[in-house]
């Protein structure tokens, strides 16, 4: 806005007012801070004075304390019983007194009692460094009868106390240093026929007392002045005691007017250029106690006064003028600030008053500016805007909301928006339930901004769209005077997400459908593996079954083994990329975990002729809490893709544990990966290299492998270059645990298992109800528990379950999950729910491998859970686990090896093997027991058992029958 000019008797009457204006209100200032700074200056000094009376007080206390101690001691029945009888008894016990004394108050430098003729009796020096008072031999107590303390103590009636000046102590006629302020008080002791015989003397050390008088002013300018004006206490500790030398600096020299005052009065204060002395007088004797008043060698003076008014102290505390408020340093900022804003108010006030009748008549005509050019502006905005008062009616609309509602401006502006926007009457009741629910009115009633996506605005022609809303208030006085709508068409944006969520449920049913097809698939594939696996074991085992036909059963178990392994890879995936996979860490021992993929590997990687190095370091703990089932298909998964694509060379396994992570490296000389596939070798079904080793495998290892490291928030990272070899590093935050937390593992060797003990003193057979609709499953359960000395009962369905365990009384049950009349689940919580089977311990049997499966059987009462393929092993560990029984193995040598087999053993390989036991290297007694497995079935199985129970006395043993 822009101010006129004026002429000069307008400029001339404006300074004018000015300079009154500002005359009178410097003056007004003027006056009401000076009145405060004095106020302020009063409160000061009798807040000072204060503190200089109970700093005073304190001096005095302590005084009076050590003249009680002074006639405690003098008057204590040992020194009196000393006085009648001086013998080394009663000598010792009052040295006995005076130093436990000493002990106690810390505070007496020394304790004397010296005779008439002034030499020292007994003398008592405290230490303060050490803690503790020391007696003074004969030998060295001093002659003290020259001292003006004990001449004027002398001249003492008994029972009155002389009091020294304040001053420091000498020794050997030198002034001691470091200093020791000193106060000696001293009195006449008599015996009981009231002569005089000794004086009794106390040196006070007053650094305390001092101290304790500055700490209670609080401040850095207090000073305490004997009656001659000297420092005894002093800001500057060089003007202290000036009379105890040559240099005799004196406060009434350097502040002559103000000691002349402050001698005249007893309290009060005095101003002088450093700023204010404030002062009282310290009177440290009463009735009965005499002092030195010239000085500290003289004798009682004669006076005109009363002695104790004679011997003063004066206590002065200096306020300095810094610390003296005054109009400019109490209150410059204050002022400056004050005048910089009423002279600003006042000429801008003054200014304005003139330019008032220009500004208003200039303000209207750009009011009606700024209208239009607001008009103009919300006019080109691509989204509808309006303005509503605080009634709810519409003050302003642009040109864009009357286009989106197809309406003139005219049937807006003035009109109630529950009825142009919601289409419905302004009745007060409805208009009341249109106002809850509106965004619009929600900033106007709650003064907050609110955005809305779910409003429909509806057309001329009736029709509804659907709309995205903007609401602010505008707040006036903390009431919100407005609101201000934006508004705009979200027609397309609603239908790209309707189409988006339609997307959605397709692909979240396609995904469904996946899992479905995956759950059925596992069941329908692993239900037949389940029954191929397993007979194949059994009949490999048969003796019954001829040696030529041994490896073609071998041959099966390899295929269905890797069937398995296939199955189990798109399933890891499927559930992976679900999310339905959870890890389950639990105490474990790392060192036996890499013993176990150590053994594992090596056999397979020294069939192709190759090295296989392992190396830990000794920073790996003895024991973590880790997943082992989901740690262990990390590390075979590694190992087996290193193992595959080196044809000649080493395959490497290092691992490590730095800082809670545990650190996996597997490298390989093998073939190496081209640079641009390391992108894409975690992809699924992607496999690298050459094309014959392309068919061995799924192209899900690597895959699988990065998901679960990724589940356990790991890294992984592969280096590699071709002909050179590949690189793998991992690493997984574990934690380390304490060893107390692993289970002891026993060693299950189910191919030498012949029978079982029963632990709970009973001999009756142990029952189990097997119960499966697949006859095929049944009869494989039973043959591998046949023999056994189990008493077997076969059910083929849910029904039929319920109807024949009441009768037959199993001791467990292995139920299958899946069936077609009533499913695993449902047939445990009935038989559960028969009074005699509620404790019936259950396993669950199921050709699925989710966990959300297992899960749920051992939320509903099942006390394991067995997959398929089942393995012997896995059976007999579960069934010892839940029934009384210890499982026994055949284990003699008769039994296990007939005597006319030994010529099928060459002595070279007998002695490869009898080496091999002898220093524990288990991977190469496997492999040289898989040498013979072909020829010679029945051995082989003893072998291993021993083998696999770490038995290798019984090994040695039969290797010398052998030799």
Not at 292 to 301: C, G, N
Not at 827 to 853: C, F, G, K, N
Request: charged residues 20%; proline residues 5%; negative net charge.
């Amino acid at each position: 806005m822009k101010i006129a000019t004026y002429s000069k008797p307008h400029m001339q009457q404006f300074l004018l007012v000015y300079g009154i204006t500002l005359g009178i209100l410097f003056g007004i200032v003027w006056f009401i801070y000076q009145e405060q700074i004095d106020g302020i200056k009063a409160n000061l000094v009798v807040e000072e004075a204060a503190k200089i009376r109970i700093a005073t007080h304190a001096l005095e206390l302590g005084i009076q304390s050590t003249i009680s101690d002074l006639k405690a001691l003098g008057g204590s029945p040992a020194l009196l019983t000393f006085l009648e009888q001086d013998t080394p008894a009663t000598r010792q016990h009052v040295e006995e007194m005076f130093r436990n004394f000493a002990n106690s108050k810390k505070t007496y430098d020394q304790i004397r009692y010296l005779d008439a003729d002034g030499l020292e009796v007994i003398r008592i020096n405290y230490d303060a460094q050490q803690d503790q008072s020391v007696i003074i031999p004969k030998q060295d107590l001093q002659d003290k009868q020259h001292r003006y303390y004990f001449q004027d103590a002398w001249k003492l009636a008994p029972e009155e106390v002389y009091i020294s000046p304040l001053d420091l102590n000498i020794e050997q006629e030198q002034i001691e240093r470091p200093f020791k302020p000193m106060l000696r008080l001293a009195m006449p002791i008599a015996d009981d026929n009231g002569e005089k015989r000794g004086v009794i003397v106390l040196n006070y050390r007053a650094a305390k007392v001092l101290q304790q008088f500055r700490e209670q002013l609080e401040n850095n300018h207090a000073m305490l002045l004997n009656q001659d004006g000297f420092w005894l206490s002093s800001p500057t500790p060089k003007d202290e005691w000036g009379f105890m030398f040559e240099q005799k600096p004196r406060f009434d020299t350097r502040y002559p007017k103000a000691w002349t005052f402050i001698q005249q009065h007893n309290a009060g204060d005095i101003r002088v250029p450093e700023g204010i002395f404030v002062f009282t007088t310290v009177y440290p004797l009463r009735s009965g106690q005499h002092t030195s008043l010239d000085h500290v060698y003289t004798t009682i003076a004669e006076t005109a006064q009363q002695e104790w008014q004679a011997y003063y102290w004066k206590t002065v505390s200096l306020i300095p003028n810094l610390a003296l408020p005054t109009f400019f340093n109490r209150y410059s900022k204050l002022e400056w600030t004050l005048t910089t804003l009423v002279l600003i108010c006042i000429a801008y006030l003054e200014w304005m008053l003139l330019a008032s009748l220009h500004a208003y008549q200039r303000s209207l005509e750009n009011l009606k500016e700024n209208e239009q050019q607001l008009r103009e502006i919300t006019d080109t905005l691509a989204e509808g805007l309006y303005v509503l008062n605080d009634k709810g009616i519409i003050e302003f609309v642009n040109k864009e909301a009357c286009q989106l509602l197809g309406l003139p401006r005219e049937n807006l502006l003035g009109h109630d928006v529950c009825e142009v926007l919601h289409a419905r009457s302004v009745a007060a009741e409805e208009k009341q339930g249109c106002q809850e629910h509106c965004t619009m009115f929600k900033a106007l009633l709650n003064k907050q901004h609110y955005r809305d996506d779910s409003a429909y605005f509806p057309r001329a022609n009736g029709n509804p769209f659907p709309v995205l809303v903007s609401a602010s208030p505008i707040i006036r006085n903390g009431v919100a005077i407005k609101s201000v709508v934006a508004f705009h068409d979200i027609t397309d944006m609603k239908q790209s997400e309707e189409a988006l969520q339609n997307a959605r449920q397709v692909a979240e049913n396609a995904n469904r459908a996946k899992s479905l097809f995956l759950t059925n698939m596992s069941h329908e594939l692993r239900t037949p593996l389940n029954a191929i696996l397993g007979f194949a074991r059994i009949l490999f085992k048969a003796p019954e079954v001829p040696k030529s036909v041994k490896p073609k059963l071998k041959s099966i178990q390899h295929a269905s083994e890797h069937l398995l392994s296939l199955i189990n890879d798109i399933l890891d995936l499927s559930k992976i990329e679900a999310g339905k996979v959870e890890l389950s860490p639990k105490p474990m021992s790392p060192n036996r975990f890499f013993d176990e993929i150590v053994d594992i590997i090596r056999f397979r990687v020294e069939q192709k002729a190759l090295c296989f190095e392992y190396t830990k370091t000794d920073t790996l703990p003895e024991a973590i809490y880790c997943d082992p089932k989901r740690l262990r298909q990390v590390l075979l998964n590694l190992l087996g893709n290193a193992t595959k694509f080196t044809e000649s060379g080493t395959v490497t396994l290092d691992v490590a544990y730095d800082n809670k992570c545990l650190l996996l490296t597997v490298s390989d000389t093998g073939i190496g990966i081209p640079h641009e596939q390391l992108g894409t070798i975690f992809q699924p079904f992607v496999q690298t290299g050459d094309a014959r080793y392309k068919s061995q495998g799924t192209g899900l290892g690597l895959t699988i492998t990065h998901k679960i490291i990724t589940l356990m928030h790991g890294e992984l990272t592969v280096t590699s270059s071709i002909g050179s070899g590949t690189q793998v590093n991992v690493k997984i935050p574990i934690t380390s645990i304490d060893a107390s937390q692993l289970e002891a593992e026993i060693p299950l060797n189910a191919e030498a298992v012949i029978a079982y003990q029963r632990t709970d003193g009973h001999r009756d057979p142990l029952r189990v109800l097997v119960v499966d609709d697949i006859a095929t499953n049944r009869q494989l359960l039973c043959e591998m528990l046949g023999g056994l000395g189990f008493e077997l009962m076969e059910a083929d369905s849910g029904q039929a379950c319920l109807q024949y365990a009441p009768r037959f009384a199993p001791d467990i049950v292995l139920l299958d999950m899946r069936m077609q009349d009533f499913n695993g689940l449902e047939t445990m919580r009935r038989l559960h729910a028969l009074p005699t089977l509620q404790e019936l311990p259950v396993i669950m049997v199921s050709a699925s491998v989710y966990e959300e499966d297992l899960q749920a059987a051992l939320n509903k009462g099942a006390v394991a859970y067995i997959s398929k393929p089942i393995t012997p092993e896995e059976l007999l560990k579960k069934l010892a686990r839940h029934l009384p029984l210890t499982w026994q193995y055949q284990d003699s040598l008769t039994e296990l090896e007939p005597q006319n087999v030994a010529s099928h053993y060459p002595p070279t390989w007998l002695m490869d093997l009898q080496q091999a036991v002898i220093e524990g290297d288990t991977q190469a007694i496997r492999h040289l027991l898989s040498q013979r497995e072909q020829q010679d079935g029945t051995l082989d199985a003893s072998l291993a058992a021993w083998a696999e129970a770490y038995d290798y006395e019984k090994i040695l043993d039969w290797i010398e029958l052998k030799q």
